[in-house]
């Protein structure tokens, strides 16, 4: 089982930037698809971006596509999320999780190994 640490989260003016950052127990996860999901109270998990084992891939939900940006570093066995722009509906627990099959893109019961989560809060 990996272990996953998501670190990087905090308050932020709309506008602004974070970096989050996932780092596995492993670097077993260089073979695998990484994932960032989020998720506010009261709603479903909610897909955000994913990235091929290898970084050559990434997808995005449309909410952030052109604001934020998935990379890793297999050499760190981490995963990052760049979020730029952040907007207050961008307020979220978000987590990383390690894809283990593919049936539906951004599913989030294709994923395991979630982490514990980190807190972005956008204010306005």
């Known amino acids: 089982q990996v272990h996953l640490v998501e670190s990087g989260g905090g308050l932020v003016q709309a506008g602004g930037s974070l970096r989050l950052s996932c780092a596995a127990s492993?670097?077993?996860?260089?073979?695998?698809?990484m994932g960032w999901f989020r998720q506010t109270p009261g709603k479903e998990r909610e897909f955000v971006a994913e990235i091929s084992g290898s970084g050559g891939s990434a997808y995005y939900a449309d909410s952030v596509k052109d604001r934020f940006t998935i990379s890793r570093d297999n050499a760190k066995s981490t995963v990052y999320l760049q979020m730029n722009s952040l907007k207050p509906e961008d307020t979220a627990i978000y987590y990383c999780?390690?894809?283990?099959?593919?049936?539906?893109?951004?599913?989030?019961?294709?994923?395991?190994?979630w982490g514990q989560g980190t807190q972005v809060t956008v204010s306005s």
């Open positions: 492993t670097r077993a996860i260089s073979t695998y698809t």
């Open positions: 999780a390690v894809q283990i099959r593919q049936l539906i893109l951004g599913d989030p019961g294709d994923f395991d190994s």
